[in-house]
Every structure is written in structure tokens, then in C-alpha cells.
């Protein structure tokens, strides 16, 4: 099972961008799945995450401003990023948490899978 992020790039203040991770393999269910990002010289921290049933939950710096959701049939899951300012400057990863894949003959579970990280530059 991998995850594989795109999207990332440099945008100037007020600006949109659309992130999209997609996971591969041979998956039969995803629960909940996700955005972090790090900022240079700060901790990961989430930014957004949506279970299966499409619960959702944004940490408070981006309520209003970034919408996260996901395509349950292609595994993929996106955050689209609105009003960017230069704090949200990051690698923003994705993450996976209780996937469902098979692993012939039996199925197996994957916990915390991440993706490599993209880059999102908010600058004028």
C-alpha cells in the first residue's frame, strides 16, 4: 500500500490550490484519512482528517478556509486550500489510518500509513 500526494506549488497570498492524495494497492476499505503539514521549524501537526462515512474535522486555523474531502472508490482524498496566507507555508502530507488490503489468502490492516510530503509555498 502506498499514498502518492500531488498538487503542492507556490501560490501568493489569497490564492487556491487543490492537494490530492490517492492510494494504491490492493485496498478494500480506508477508515479515516488525511492532511498534516510542517512547517520549517515546527512540529507536524493535522490539519485535516475525514472518515469513511465523511465525518470531518479541521484544526481551527483552517475552518473556513480549507475543505477536505474523498472518493471512497478511487482511495483518494483531497484538501482544497482557499484564502492562503504565508503561515500556511508547509509540507503537507497525507496520511492513511486502518486500511484494508489484501494480502492473499487473508486480509490485513495497515495503520498509519503516510504519503510523501508535498510543498506549499504561500509567498508574494
Known amino acids: 500500500v502506498q499514498l502518492q500526494a500531488s498538487g503542492g506549488g507556490l501560490v501568493q497570498p489569497g490564492g487556491s490550490l487543490r492537494l490530492s492524495c490517492a492510494a494504491f494497492?490492493?485496498?478494500?476499505?480506508?477508515?479515516?484519512m488525511g492532511w498534516y503539514r510542517q512547517a520549517p521549524g515546527k512540529q507536524r501537526e493535522l490539519v485535516a482528517r475525514?472518515?469513511?462515512?465523511?465525518?470531518?474535522k479541521y484544526v481551527d486555523s483552517t475552518k473556513g478556509r480549507f475543505t477536505i474531502s474523498r472518493d471512497n472508490a478511487k482511495n483518494t482524498v483531497y484538501l482544497q486550500l482557499t484564502m492562503l496566507t504565508p503561515e500556511d507555508t508547509a509540507v503537507y502530507y497525507c496520511?492513511?489510518?486502518?486500511?484494508?488490503?489484501?494480502?492473499?489468502?487473508?486480509?490485513?490492516?495497515?495503520?498509519?500509513?503516510w504519503g510523501q510530503g508535498t510543498l506549499v509555498t504561500v509567498s508574494s
Open positions: 496520511n492513511a489510518d486502518r486500511i484494508r488490503y489484501r494480502c492473499d489468502p487473508y486480509m490485513c490492516t495497515r495503520n498509519n500509513q
Open positions: 494497492g490492493s485496498i478494500d476499505s480506508i477508515n479515516t
Open positions: 475525514i472518515t469513511s462515512g465523511g465525518d470531518t
